[in-house]
């Protein structure tokens, strides 16, 4: 039961690091972020902590207001599973009838590319 208890810290705590992060990059401050976010200043800093697990709605709320993808977030805290975004990724590509053949298969290569990086 402690190993549940320390994986769901791990995730809560990647999850705050990832968002804080995001936010420098985007060079808000907490308190920017959460007025655009729509959350409270003190809730956002708990997420950031890793003390508070934010709702998927929070999340896509703050996803948004960083301008990134719902679904990385969604990833980090254990809403999404990262084979089911990848595979969701790979789908929308080979789906898409504007693309050539050769459009499609140069888009995948460049994703994994860019994944690969990130595997274990």
Do not use: C, W
């Not at 655009?36 to 703050?62: D, F, H, M, T, W």
């Not at 789906?95 to 290569?109: F, P, S, W």
């Amino acid at each position: 039961m402690a190993d549940a208890r320390d994986e769901f810290d791990k995730r809560l705590a990647d999850v705050g690091e990832f968002i804080r992060t995001q936010r420098e990059v985007a060079r808000m401050s907490v308190r920017r972020l959460a007025e655009v976010a729509g959350v409270s200043n003190p809730y956002l800093s708990q997420i950031e902590r890793g003390l508070r697990k934010p709702s998927a709605e929070i999340l896509q709320q703050i996803a948004k207001a960083l301008q990134i993808s719902a679904e990385t977030l969604y990833e980090r805290a254990g809403f999404m599973d990262a084979d089911s975004s990848a595979r969701g990724v790979r789908e929308a590509i080979a789906a898409d009838i504007l693309l050539t053949q050769e459009q499609q298969q140069a888009l995948l290569n460049v994703y994994e590319s860019f994944v690969s990086q990130h595997r274990p």
